[in-house]
């Protein structure tokens, strides 16, 4: 079918570039990319937004949104240097997306530094279709009442809440390339639990949070997360809605990779909960807007590609 928007793409700021050459925040020039934190970020695809743009057309979308990659968050920096970093990037970022009225864009908060990240939200304007948060919080919980005020400015504002998995940590999934296919899912996943077990669900209900890559590993765990809260498990609080419902207030993006894992996420969150996303242009996504959804019948690819966007989106 045609029409729909990608929620889940990449795009640098405009100015990478420039800032890595001055070597800016440690970041350096390569022939054809940029260095940042060890990441090689290429510059061929998502350096230039008008292969963005083809991407959409390709795919008979009519546009996507777009957010700064991971390797961009950089809570590596001193807290010190954050603000200025974030207002740089994301400058850069929405400047990128103004190349095509078929881009929209959210902005990078660093929910590392809550504070930062209430700050910087109250400082956006109009032009942002939302906003992007990473999983690298240091000490930080999303369960945490340090973040109540920005998930109260993030409903005022309505801007829904992409997170996005920065990086794993653990050491153990270093081999075989098991910090992206584990790790980062496993980042998500946390970020999830923290806010069901925090009762973030029920104390935010118009709050819009899209977790990435079809929610980690939500939709197998929730079950047991479930039986944890019925038998009263050490630790947890009672709770406004029980994991089984609280899942339901998230949305997930359909970047699985499996028509199993789909029909699941359909069974645990309903149809009107799954955005379409591909994660353009990084391997680990997929190859067309099409792939996670090829099987499912047009009525629930129009309401996964267009109708759950426009609403949550406002697009």
């Given at each position: 079918m045609e029409g729909g928007w990608d929620i889940h793409t990449h795009l640098l700021p405009v100015d990478?570039?420039?800032?890595?050459?001055?070597?800016?925040?440690?970041?350096?020039?390569?022939?054809?990319?940029?260095?940042?934190?060890?990441?090689?970020?290429?510059?061929?695809?998502?350096?230039?937004?008008?292969?963005?743009?083809?991407?959409?057309?390709?795919?008979?979308?009519?546009?996507?949104?777009a957010a700064a990659p991971p390797p961009l968050f950089r809570a590596d920096l001193p807290a010190g240097e954050r603000r200025g970093y974030v207002d740089w990037l994301n400058a850069g970022v929405l400047k990128a997306s103004g190349a095509d009225p078929r881009i929209r864009a959210m902005a990078y908060l660093p929910t590392d530094l809550p504070e930062c990240a209430l700050e910087v939200a109250a400082s956006l304007t109009p032009d942002w279709a939302g906003v992007i948060i990473g999983t690298d919080i240091g000490a930080h919980s999303y369960a945490d009442e340090a973040y109540h005020p920005l998930w109260a400015l993030l409903c005022e504002r309505r801007l829904p809440v992409l997170i996005h998995p920065s990086e794993s940590r653990d050491r153990r999934l270093a081999p075989f390339y098991l910090s992206n296919l584990m790790g980062n899912p496993m980042e998500t996943t946390l970020a999830a639990a923290q806010m069901i077990f925090g009762d973030v669900p029920t104390r935010y209900p118009d709050l819009k949070v899209i977790l990435s890559h079809g929610g980690g590993a939500l939709a197998q765990l929730v079950g047991r997360w479930q039986r944890g809260f019925d038998s009263n498990r050490p630790g947890i609080k009672p709770l406004g809605a029980s994991p089984i419902d609280a899942v339901r207030w998230?949305?997930?993006?359909?970047?699985?990779?499996?028509?199993?894992?789909?029909?699941?996420?359909?069974?645990?969150?309903?149809?009107?909960?799954?955005?379409?996303?591909?994660?353009?242009?990084?391997?680990?996504?997929?190859?067309?807007?099409?792939?996670?959804?090829?099987?499912?019948?047009?009525?629930?690819?129009?309401?996964?590609?267009?109708?759950?966007?426009?609403?949550?989106?406002?697009?």
């Open positions: 990478i570039t420039e800032k890595a050459q001055s070597g800016a925040y440690g970041m350096k020039p390569g022939d054809g990319f940029v260095e940042v934190h060890g990441f090689r970020l290429q510059l061929s695809a998502m350096g230039r937004p008008e292969n963005l743009v083809k991407r959409i057309d390709q795919d008979g979308l009519d546009g996507a949104v998230f949305y997930l993006d359909t970047i699985v990779h499996s028509e199993a894992v789909l029909e699941l996420l359909l069974k645990t969150v309903g149809e009107d909960h799954l955005l379409l996303g591909s994660d353009w242009p990084f391997p680990m996504g997929t190859a067309s807007a099409e792939d996670d959804l090829k099987h499912l019948p047009d009525r629930l690819k129009r309401k996964i590609r267009l109708e759950n966007a426009g609403r949550v989106f406002q697009l």
